[in-house]
């Protein structure tokens, strides 16, 4: 399998992520101050029928509480399928996160792990991250598929509500290889992503 990832930063996120840390009168989910954690990847379909990886961003909470995930899904998408996600707590600094992508747990996400109850720091300095991971597939194999903006849903004192990622994922179809960060036919909305 090979993967093409370019980080694709969009233009407001991390302001986003910084207004959010400002607080509320709930704990919110957010992705820090200096995490805005939108990119664009693409794999080949070729070689599995699901693939696990990590989505590159972390989350956490606005103020002291927790945030309890109800799901995740695409705002927008022809085919891409969310089999499931998982959490996972990381050193900041780790250098040699799990690399197994036979599955979640294999790259260090549990998928049992619901909540978020790291707490967003001004100054981004953090000992630990809780980062995101995916495990996708093609619903039509036979065609490019891709998955765009991450809405992930969740409640906080049972209150639901729902967070947005500017992520984007492609899977191309069998004997198609990404094309840069896309397929070939799928490219990145320039109203939600940037590319360098």
Request: hydrophobic content about 35%.
């Amino acid at each position: 399998m090979k993967v093409a990832l370019r980080r694709a930063l969009a233009g407001g996120a991390a302001a986003a992520g910084a207004l959010a840390a400002c607080g509320g009168t709930s704990a919110e989910l957010s992705q820090g101050v200096e995490n805005p954690g939108a990119g664009w990847f693409a794999f080949d379909g070729d070689s599995r029928t699901h693939i696990p990886f990590s989505g590159g961003f972390m989350l956490c909470v606005t103020q002291p509480g927790a945030a309890t995930i109800t799901g995740m899904r695409w705002k927008q998408t022809n085919g891409l399928v969310i089999r499931d996600f998982g959490l996972g707590l990381q050193a900041a600094n780790e250098q040699n996160p799990p690399n197994d992508f036979s599955s979640l747990r294999g790259l260090g996400y549990e998928s049992q792990r619901r909540t978020v109850d790291v707490v967003c720091r001004t100054d981004d300095k953090y000992d630990h991250v809780l980062m995101v991971g995916l495990d996708i597939e093609s619903s039509h194999p036979d065609r490019n598929v891709f998955g765009q903006e991450l809405l992930i849903d969740y409640t906080v004192n049972g209150t639901p509500k729902t967070f947005s990622v500017p992520i984007g994922t492609s899977i191309c179809a069998k004997g198609t290889k990404p094309d840069g960060v896309s397929c070939p036919v799928n490219k990145p909305d320039p109203s939600v992503f940037k590319t360098p």
